[in-house]
């Protein structure tokens, strides 16, 4: 018995003695940007049970002493986070835990963040995997293009509902950033903006968005640069492009570097095109973001761009085919032209801003903003064209198979070009928010200084069988004039004033959730005179159902004052009265999340108006946009977006998206005469060839604009091997239907032409060659990296050869045909991708 009351006694004390050796883990867990994240579950790795950190993000978890044991950190939404310790009795150890978002291609199929919901027309998108994806452009732009629709796999630009490429506003860490303006054809761009390596959060709005961004009236890109908690970095290898990035921090966690370069030369993509000759394409760039944490309140930041794109082409010959159908005939079409001369063009883009953050407390954020903006554009070219038109055979047995046999048509054309424009735009921001019980304010100001100098000098000669087109001789100086004409200079001093006041109302009750967006931006600028104010309002509500639906509405008025391109008319004259164009926006939708045989839906929906005045009309051709330089127009754009995303197969994310749109558009004064009895007239020197007392005149009322669209369809397939995860495929499909084509400077003629239907599918097939469980044996070379995988591409699987523009062409009766420019056929891509 007293042995028995012994070993009780004894097991009692140390088991009491166990007991008392504990430790304390305490901390604060955040997310890239630094911000406190509530009810993050943390729990000892192997027990069931642990506990959730508070509103402020902060913790405190008992924890066992003088033993191994693991934390981990889990919430929806963002990858896991696992820690290991080994602490001594009574030891209390603090840290910090940054967590990131999923690693997914696209929002999470099933979003559990409600502040991204309630967002009308947010797209949130993960650029993690963007270089897996096969495209020809590649990138965060590569799957925007999906989701919005594109006619074009040569340019990272995009429309957004029935906007052109001018609408579109891009943010880098609060930055704001332009592309190059003389671009004419997808073939000189180079890289995107966004290196998708340095990414770590996109948000892509497309349309009804806050007032806290700019004055545009499409779209809003917004890229956030990620802040690295640890030494990494990854490399990149591709027919097309190459890069690498590094990353990392410093011991004490108070500065990290994020720098990223990148190479791209499409030689081999452009060598495939109608016009054969030398490419020589070439785009580099330097990307960097560093940051550095002078204390708890005060954080310092600054990113840097440096971007160079050159482009050559010494073109030698094209042959281009266009059919033509008729109840009476039907007949093949060729062109062969014959160049000679060269085209040289430059682009530098180079940019540099610097943050400073304070953060007072929880609730107060304020941040200031000085930033330079630097962009370097010249276009060289001189090139001159003999072309033969007429009918080519196409009998493969004929010995004139492939020529043209029936000549229609012959001439000569030359084209020349020194442009040069230089920009540069100093901008000075302030922004803050403040958040006090229910409110969320949000606020901005911003000055900024444009300084555009431009000279303009370019023409056209066109010769018709000996005859120069237009047939104007001038015997004064014994020459034909020149079909067109371009020889203009500005230089512009420009200040620009504007900001914003906003509040995030949660007005949320016991049935439903509420929360109310309200806000005003105001803009001013020196070159016109012109101030304006728009008020902008969202309001989402989700009720208390068991079905995870929430409903979304926003209206306002959305203005965007000229920059550069808006104040050229035709003419290449200077146009510095140009307003800002006005539309006023509705949206409503929902956001509906769903489960179908055990995996994950969502589908989303927003049908959208735009009431469009004060509109300065345009014409697209390839990615040059020549405006009228005049608000001489109305418009309106009205459309239905549908978005479905899903998991097909376990971990392997799927999405369709579906777009109906109408855009059109009524010019001031666009009318033309339809002349009667002109063949009856007597034609004397001293009366005209047509008379207006012998006419009709025609008003040309609504038309199309040139981005209209009535259908897109974006397709992302994803899928593996049910037996081996380690060999994936995916798919990008884009359709969409015929778009006008507008004759330049036409009245009678605009919307004359149509585009057809433009179809693209993309494929890659991805293998992991190398994980980090495979690279752990110290002999192995490639054992700093995490994985390896290489890709093989097929660009253009179908073969379609799409349309992206037309060539107008006389014959000898003066009759004018218009021959299609086509873009690029079937291409295999190879890649690798490492990351370390």
Known sequence: MRVLTALVLSLFFLHSSAQKKSAIVSGKVIDENENPLSHVSVIILGKASGIITNDSGTFSIKVPAEK??????????????????????????????????????????????????????????????????????????????????????LTSQYNVRGGNYDENLIYINDFEVFRPYLVSSGQQEGLSLINPELARNVSFYNGGFQSKYGDKMSSVLDIQYKKPRSFGGSAYVSFLEQGFHLEGTSGNNKFTYLIGVRNKSNSSLLSTQETTGDYVPSSSDLQSYLTYKLNEKWQLELLGIISSTKFSLIPQSAQKTSSVFSPFYTSNLGLDIFFEGQEKDAYTTDMIGLSAINQPNKRLKLKWMLSFFSDKENENGDIGATYLFGERDFDNTSSTFGQIINPLGAGFYQNYSRNSLNINVW???????????????????????????????????????????????????????????????????????????????NLSGSNKNVILQAGLRYNYNSLNKEFFVTPRTQLSIKPNWNKDVIFKFAAGTYYQPPFYRELRKYDGTLNTNVLAQKSFQLVAGTDYNFKSNNLPFRITTEAYYKNMWDVNPYDIDNVRIRYFGENNAKAYAYGLETRLYGELIKDAESWLSIGLMRTMENIDNFYYYNYLNAEKQV??????????????????????????????????????????????????????????????????????????????????????????????????????????????????????????????????????????????????NFKIVGRF
């Open 427 to 505: 901008n000075v921001s302030h922004k803050g928010s403040f958040e006090k019980g229910k409110h969320f304010i949000q606020w901005g100001a911003t000055f900024e200084q444009t300084n555009i100098n431009d000279k303009l000098y370019e023409w056209e000669y066109q010769d018709s069988a000996g005859y120069s087109i237009p047939l104007n001789y001038n015997a004064t100086t014994n020459s034909f004039n020149l079909s067109s004409f371009l020889n203009s200079t500005a230089d512009l001093s420009i200040q620009k004033y504007s900001g914003y006041l906003q509040d995030n109302i």
């Open 68 to 153: 191994a044991f693991a934390l981990t950190f889990s919430y929806t939404g963002y990858n896991a986070v696992e820690k290991h310790f080994y602490l001594s009795e009574n030891e209390n150890e603090k840290i910090v835990t940054r967590m990131e978002k999923g690693n997914i291609t696209l929002s999470t199929v099933i979003i559990s963040d409600e502040k991204e919901r309630n967002q009308v027309g947010l797209t949130q998108i993960n650029p993690k995997n963007a270089v897996a994806l096969p495209s020809t452009v590649g990138g965060v732009e590569g799957l925007i293009k999906i989701l919005v629709g594109s006619n074009n796999e």
């Open 683 to 828: 034609i004397t020197a001293t009366t005209p060839d047509k008379l207006i007392t012998d006419s009709v005149r025609q008003n040309v009322g609504w038309v199309r604009r040139p981005t209209d669209r009535l259908l897109t369809v974006g397709l992302f397939l994803q899928d593996y091997l049910s037996t081996n995860e380690n060999y994936r495929v995916h798919l990008n499909m884009i359709y969409g239907t015929n778009m006008p084509y507008n004759i330049p400077n036409s009245v009678r003629y605009r919307n004359a032409l149509t585009i057809p239907a433009y179809i693209r599918v993309d494929i890659g097939f991805s293998a992991l060659l190398l994980d980090e469980k495979s690279l752990r044996r110290s002999h192995n070379p490639f054992r700093g990296f995490k994985n390896i995988w290489a890709s093989l591409e097929v660009f253009n699987l179908i073969d379609r050869d799409n349309i992206i523009s037309y060539q107008l062409i006389k014959d000898f009766s003066n009759t004018i045909y218009a021959i299609p420019n086509r873009l690029t056929p079937r291409l295999l």
